[in-house]
């Protein structure tokens, strides 16, 4: 007996000659890239290529943008940041915007829900021991590693499906680093759709469905995760190392 064809994926996210800018420095010449439910795909690149812009192009936090980002069929180049995250997009910055003045468990619950559900304080507390541990500890008392966690949690109890996370992985520990792949892992078997702005490609490589190259704005190449092996010479060649 055959079996069943699977069923086709569905795409969540569709950028589309997205232009930003920052006042008068055009910064994205046309970024186009595709992700498709439960994938994460990386957006790699130097430091200046581009690769944070487009995450936050994505959720108007840049000046002026043009063209298109389609959220689960959905245009939202010309809404407000605050309607595109009720769309159920999370986005986790670089640098992790974590109150000083609050505990972390504070911290955790600031925000508001956005979307369907969200994960419990319970599963959060679950994937990340060390927020259980340091619940009542002071913002400024959390290790770096720790603010990282809560910064992930945060947007995971809000109920955002699509995240957007930029260089999680920087500056900290391997021990951290590797608690973080662990997450990022079940986040995936859980069907969680990430999109993640990474400068350490060891930590990346086996995590990615897709890997798409930023240089000058633009996307200019696209390595699946069964080319990876085979393509790892033109990728040092990208990424300059």
Do not use: W
Not at 67 to 76: A, C, D, I, L, P
Not at 162 to 171: A, H, K, S, Y
Request: hydrophobic fraction near 40%.
């Amino acid at each position: 007996m055959a079996s069943p064809l699977a069923a086709p994926p569905v795409e969540l996210l569709r950028v589309t000659d997205l232009h930003a800018f920052y006042g008068e420095s055009h910064i994205l010449h046309g970024v186009d890239f595709s992700v498709n439910q439960g994938e994460l795909v990386t957006l790699l690149g130097r430091n200046g290529s581009g690769r944070t812009t487009t995450l936050k192009a994505i959720l108007g936090l840049t000046g002026r943008r043009t063209g298109s980002v389609m959220m689960n069929g959905r245009e939202t180049v010309h809404l407000p940041t605050h309607q595109i995250v009720h769309l159920g997009i999370g986005y986790c910055p670089e640098e992790r915007g974590i109150f000083s003045s609050l505990s972390a468990e504070e911290n955790l619950m600031l925000l508001p829900k956005v979307g369907g559900g969200g994960l419990s304080v319970d599963e959060l507390y679950a994937m990340f021991p060390n927020l259980r541990e340091r619940r009542h500890s002071q913002g400024t008392r959390l290790s770096g590693g720790e603010q990282q966690m809560l910064a992930v949690a945060r947007i995971l109890r809000v109920g955002a499906r699509l995240l957007l996370l930029d260089e999680i992985t920087e500056g900290l520990a391997p021990v951290i680093v590797q608690a973080l792949g662990r997450v990022v892992r079940q986040l995936k078997e859980r069907g969680f759709t990430m999109v993640l702005v990474e400068q350490n490609f060891r930590f990346a490589a086996p995590l990615a469905d897709r890997h798409y190259v930023v240089e000058h704005g633009r996307i200019v190449d696209m390595v699946t995760q069964h080319e990876l092996a085979s393509s790892m010479e033109k990728l040092h060649r990208y990424l300059g190392v």
